[in-house]
């Protein structure tokens, strides 16, 4: 081979060097970068301690939400509009007597969490599926029967204005 | 100088243009992530927003947001850092030119329970 055709030779294999150099450092960069702080099971841990404080008081259950009169968005100070129509919340709050009878029930939000989080902890390769919490707790009724209160708060929440 | 000198020379011009080029875009891309901004708006919308929905009713919360100064300054933004939209339960962090990041909260908030105190950059969020 001649100089010139030596040169030429050099010069496309310079270019294909920097194309490497820069694939690597784009790449690595937006890996870096584009890695989202997950907080789903913060916000389902969060939602569940907020349920907790709200419907207990000094260790007993209010009564109003064992007889169905409880509105839990008011009383809690929830957005409904966000935990029932945002699709991107779930919670289940449910009532056992001492026998394991089941005395009232409430789920909001997207019921498809159920099955959901039980995917999502099985498998670590489902990374967009929703994240849950559980929490169970022992409360009183006004006769001073003791009650078991569980309650499960799941979140898919990630919002980007540039999706809306 | 003859054709071929000339020929040489163009070459090697644009040869030089083009590396210059490429490593100027390189230096600008890494630069642009590389401020960090993207993730301090990332990083102070999922934290005001896990905030407020953690706050007890009636309680106060003083947040130090003085980091987002910081950014707010190096852009050249001069728009607040943090805005909430109360209908839609959502805060925006917006320090660089970008859309800023936006992140939902399920807490119901009354209008004007989240202010910035400009001087001590200090975020009052009020439940």
């Given at each position: 081979m001649n100089k010139k055709a030596d040169s030429k030779l050099l010069s496309v294999w310079w270019f294909v060097v920097l194309l490497v150099i820069l694939v690597g450092i784009v790449g690595g960069t937006f890996m870096f970068y584009s890695s989202k702080i997950d907080m789903r099971l913060l916000e389902g841990d969060v939602l569940s301690s907020r349920i907790m404080g709200c419907i207990i008081d000094r260790g007993y259950i209010s009564q109003n939400f064992i007889d169905d009169k409880f509105d839990i968005f008011k009383t809690c100070n929830i957005s409904q509009s966000i935990i029932d129509k945002s699709g991107n919340f779930y919670l289940n709050i449910s009532v056992y007597d001492l026998n394991s009878k089941l005395i009232i029930e409430k789920s909001y939000g997207n019921r498809a969490f159920v099955q959901e989080c039980a995917v999502g902890a099985a498998m670590?390769?489902?990374?967009n599926f929703p994240k849950c919490t559980q929490k169970s707790t022992n409360v009183l009724n006004l006769k001073g029967e003791l009650l078991k209160l569980n309650i499960l708060a799941g979140s898919n929440s990630e919002y980007k204005l540039d999706e809306s | 100088m003859n054709k071929k000198a000339d020929e040489l020379l163009t070459e090697q011009i644009i040869f030089i243009v083009l590396n210059i080029f490429f490593i100027l875009l390189l230096l600008l891309f890494v630069w642009r992530v590389g401020t960090g901004a993207a993730t301090a708006e990332e990083r102070y919308a999922k934290k005001i927003g896990l905030a407020i929905d953690n706050l007890k009713l009636g309680t106060e919360l003083k947040m130090d947001i003085s980091e987002l100064y910081v950014y707010l300054e190096k852009n050249k933004i001069k728009d607040n850092p943090v805005t909430l939209d109360y209908s839609k339960n959502i805060v925006n962090v917006r320090v660089s030119s970008g859309k800023g990041y936006s992140f939902t909260y399920f807490t119901s908030l009354n209008p004007g329970s989240v202010t910035i105190n400009e001087t001590s950059k200090l975020l009052l969020i009020k439940s």
């Open positions: 670590t390769e489902a990374k | -």
